[in-house]
Each structure stands twice: as structure tokens, then as C-alpha cells.
């Protein structure tokens, strides 16, 4: 049930652009995306739900493909402040909307 | 506006021994779930509340129970203590009113069993 992150980590210079990319073996309700800063509690950044209604922040976006059961997370002109581990979360179809699975998490280093 | 409280911050038991842990949610929100998050490793589901009672849970032991009170808090209770049992225990709350809202996270109890 656990969706499946990549990259793993990535190392960014400030101003550059990610993607970290969340897959899921299952038919998902939603989607959602974390940031969680070292010994910090995890911090919702958005929700992605089927049907494409979106929320979030700026310079922050992301895509979800209900089709391939894949959610993309867009992190544009990074800052230093965007440094952490990122944690998607899915809510699958099977299990319904009241569990939420989190990925193996993709560590983001963004250095001057 | 007060976020999710989370008590105690840290705690070290004993291998066999039973622990409980506390959890205020947002103001606001009548759900709670806990998610248990070894080092290095996302956060694993353990269950969630709602109305008092256990609405779903994860692939944990029944050593694992929890309880939800009127107010909306909650306790996760942990029996049996083992090693593997170490980790940051989060209590995320969120509400089930107009859904669906992203959970708002505590800053966890690290538990460590000896």
C-alpha cells in the first residue's frame, strides 16, 4: 500500500528546479505532499484530489495522473528554506479516504 | 490557534513494559490518526479515530490500541514493549467536515525502548 517515491535524495543549487515523483500500485482517492524539516513534525504543502481539483502554494505545484495512479511535485526557483524530506501520501480507493499511506520520503538539499 | 499537542516530548521504557502516549488535535478537527516513524523511513499508519471510535487501521499488532475522548484527543497505548517499538510516534489531526484538508501534525513522542 506504501506508494513509491523518486529520486530518492537531490542536491540543488538555490534557484534551480526539482521533481520528486510519487507512484502507487493502487486506484487513488487523493494524494498528498509533506515537507518535514530534520527533528521538525511533517507540514502539509498540498492536496491533489481525483477529479483534478488542486490546493497549495506558490512556486510549489504539482500534477496527478489518476490514469497511471502518479503524482508529481514541482518545486520551481528553489530557496534554501525548501530543504527537507518530502513525504507523499495516498489515499487509495480499496481502503477509502480515512488512511493515509506515505512514500519512503526524498530528501531535497538545496546549498547556496 | 493552537496546533496538535503532543505529550511527553520524549520517553525511554523498558523492553516489556506498557506506555501511553497523548494527543490534542487542532482546534477544530474530530479526527485523529497516529503514525509511527522509524529513522530515516516515512510515517507508517497505525489507526485513526473519529466519533470515538477506530475508523481504520494499519498492518500494526493488536499490542497497539488507542482510545478517542469526547473532546477529540486521543491516547496510543502500546503493550508489550519490544526494541522494535522505537521510533517518533506522530498524531496527526484533521477534520472530517467538508473534506478532504490536509492533516496537521504534532511534533511527536520519541520512544525508546531499552
Known amino acids: 500500500q506504501q506508494p513509491v517515491q523518486s529520486p530518492q535524495a537531490v542536491i540543488l543549487r538555490e534557484g534551480e528546479d526539482a521533481v520528486i515523483n510519487c507512484s502507487s500500485s493502487?486506484?487513488?482517492?487523493?494524494v498528498h505532499w509533506y515537507r518535514q524539516k530534520h527533528g521538525e513534525a511533517p507540514v502539509f504543502l498540498m492536496i491533489?484530489?481525483?477529479?483534478?481539483e488542486q490546493k497549495g502554494h506558490e512556486k510549489i505545484s504539482a500534477s496527478f495522473n489518476e490514469k497511471k495512479q502518479q503524482s508529481s511535485l514541482y518545486l520551481t526557483a528553489s530557496q534554501l528554506s525548501y530543504s527537507g524530506t518530502y513525504f507523499c501520501?495516498?489515499?487509495?480507493?480499496?481502503?477509502?479516504?480515512?488512511?493515509?499511506?506515505f512514500g519512503t520520503g526524498t530528501r531535497l538539499t538545496v546549498i547556496p | 490557534d493552537a496546533g496538535v499537542t503532543q505529550s511527553p516530548t520524549h520517553l525511554i521504557k523498558t523492553r516489556g513494559q506498557q506506555v501511553t502516549l497523548r494527543c490534542s488535535p487542532k482546534s477544530g478537527h474530530d479526527t485523529v490518526s497516529w503514525y509511527q516513524q522509524a529513522l530515516g523511513q516515512g510515517p507508517q499508519f497505525i489507526f485513526q479515530y473519529y466519533e470515538e471510535e477506530e475508523r481504520q487501521r494499519g498492518n500494526f499488532p493488536d499490542r497497539f490500541s488507542g482510545h478517542q475522548f469526547p473532546n477529540y484527543s486521543s491516547e496510543l497505548n502500546v503493550n508489550a514493549l519490544l526494541l522494535g517499538d522505537s521510533a517518533l510516534y506522530l498524531c496527526?489531526?484533521?477534520?472530517?467536515?467538508?473534506?478532504?484538508?490536509?492533516?496537521?501534525f504534532g511534533s511527536g513522542t520519541r520512544l525508546t525502548v531499552v
Open positions: 493502487k486506484a487513488l482517492y487523493s
Open positions: 501520501g495516498t489515499e487509495d480507493e480499496l481502503t477509502g479516504a480515512n488512511n493515509l499511506f
Open positions: 496527526a489531526s484533521s477534520s472530517d467536515q467538508g473534506r478532504p484538508y490536509g492533516y496537521t
Open positions: 491533489l484530489l481525483k477529479g483534478g
